[in-house]
Nanobody, 112 residues
């Protein structure tokens, strides 16, 4: 399964971006990690194939994860962005019996 992340960019603090993660095949669990500059990768959010969602405390209430299974695509709506949200965002997909697949990163830069 191949994943293609997109939607990153440069935005001012308080702004919004919608990240997309397009999969080449169906995915059970889809989620996002991010890696801020000079820091370790951290988990952001995840959505199951039953649309159950979970969020890191740092983004809860500001980010919303969703999915369109007809398009094999997941989304991460990021609102009220802060400079500390600046990172490369990576999407992942879990497919039962096949393991975890990763997309390439998409850069999100939030200016103050």
């Amino acid at each position: 399964v191949q994943l293609q992340a997109s939607g990153g960019g440069l935005v001012q603090a308080g702004g919004s971006l919608r990240l997309s993660c397009a999969a080449s095949d169906s995915i059970n669990v889809m989620g996002w990690y991010r890696q801020p500059p000079g820091k370790q990768r951290e988990w952001v959010a995840q959505i199951t194939d039953g649309s159950r969602t979970n969020y890191a405390d740092s983004v809860s209430g500001r980010f919303t994860i969703s999915r369109d299974d007809a398009k094999n695509t997941g989304y991460l709506q990021t609102n009220n962005l802060k400079p500390e949200d600046t990172a490369v965002y990576f999407c992942y997909g879990d497919r039962g019996g096949l393991g975890r697949f990763w997309g390439q990163g998409t850069q999100v830069t939030v200016s103050s």
